[in-house]
C-alpha cells in the first residue's frame, strides 16, 4: 500500500526515490529525466549554431533641441571607416568593432574590463529626422550624430501649370 504524499509533493511533483514501489517507475522516471537533459543539450546546441555572437551594446546619450536630435557616443579606438551608421526617419543603428591592438595573452591580465569586438545600438528616436540633412562627426573618441528634424508645419504654395 502507497503512503499518501505529503502536500508539497503533491503540489511540485516532487518523489522521493523510496516512494517508488518497483524498479520499473524508477526506471520509467530516469528515461523521462534522460529526454529532458536531451532536449535540452539540442536545444542548446541548436542556439549556438543559429545565433551569431552577441554584439556588446553601445551607451548612448540622446538629447533633443527645437531644432535636432543630437546623439552621443563613446567609440575611443574604433577608425571611422569600421563605424557603419544607418539612418531611418524614426530609428537609427549605430555598429562597429573595436579591435584589440596589443598582442597580450589571457593568463598575464591582472584585471580586465575593456570590452574588445563588436558593439551595436539601435536608438529609437522621439520625432521623425531628415535622413538627407543628417550629419555625423567624431573628435578624441566621441561620436556626435546631428539629425534635423522634420518640419512637419512647413508648408510651400503649389503653383498649377496649364497644359
Given at each position: ?5 505529503s ?40 542556439e ?19 531644432e ?51 558593439f ?37 504654395k ?6
Amino acid at each position: 500500500m502507497k503512503k499518501k504524499k505529503s502536500f508539497l509533493q503533491r503540489l511540485t511533483g516532487a518523489v522521493k526515490v523510496n516512494d517508488f514501489d518497483d524498479d520499473f517507475e524508477l526506471e520509467e522516471e530516469q528515461e523521462e529525466l534522460d529526454d529532458m537533459d536531451n532536449f535540452s543539450n539540442e536545444l542548446q546546441d541548436h542556439e549556438e549554431r543559429e545565433l551569431p555572437a552577441e554584439d556588446g551594446e553601445l551607451s548612448v546619450d540622446v538629447l533633443t533641441t527645437p531644432e535636432e536630435i543630437i546623439i552621443k557616443a563613446m567609440v575611443a579606438g574604433v577608425k571611422p571607416q569600421d563605424l557603419d551608421i544607418q539612418i531611418t526617419r524614426d530609428m537609427v543603428t549605430i555598429r562597429g568593432t573595436r579591435e584589440e591592438i596589443d598582442e597580450v595573452k589571457q593568463e598575464d591580465y591582472y584585471h580586465k574590463e575593456l570590452y574588445w569586438g563588436g558593439f551595436s545600438r539601435n536608438i529609437i528616436l522621439p520625432e521623425e529626422v531628415d535622413v538627407e540633412g543628417a550629419d555625423a562627426k567624431e573628435k578624441h573618441g566621441l561620436l556626435v550624430i546631428k539629425l534635423p528634424k522634420l518640419d512637419k508645419d512647413r508648408k510651400t504654395k503649389l503653383s498649377v501649370k496649364s497644359s
